[in-house]
């Protein structure tokens, strides 16, 4: 039984029009998500330490960068500033999340003024190898 030829009007064919409506919907949607969230990455690399814990804690944080720039919440503001912010606030715990490469003096004038601000805790934050 011999088999006879499809023309080119009748062989199946994939419609990719579908295909990349949906894709630019979930792009569309991703980016979407990406832009309302309130996750900040900074520059900050944190130096490696052998024992480390987490905690959750209600806590002030304080990020400073390799330049000495200190941010919160991923804006920049002075250390006058800041304690203005704790005095404010009153936190228990100021969690201090300095570069590796940020000069001593930037950490040890924030660990002072979380001193003179009755701060309980004053914690240096730290990532762990895996």
């Known amino acids: 039984m011999r088999r006879r030829r499809l ?5 199946a064919y994939i419609d990719v029009v579908p295909l990349v409506d949906t894709l630019l919907a979930v792009f569309l949607f991703l980016a979407i998500i990406a832009f309302q969230s309130p996750i900040t990455f900074l520059a900050v690399k944190l130096p490696f330490a052998k024992e480390g814990e987490k905690i959750s804690l209600e806590v002030f944080r304080v990020q400073v960068m390799k330049d000495g720039r200190y941010q919160v919440g991923g804006k920049d503001v002075s250390l006058e500033e800041i304690e203005s912010l704790i005095q404010e606030k009153k936190p228990k715990t100021l969690v201090i999340e ?7 003096k930037f950490v040890v004038a924030l660990m002072d003024m979380g001193k003179r601000n009755e701060v309980e805790n004053v914690l240096i934050g730290v990532r762990t190898r895996r």
């Open 98 to 104: 300095a570069d590796e490469d940020t000069p001593h």
């Open 7 to 11: 023309s080119y009007d009748e062989r």
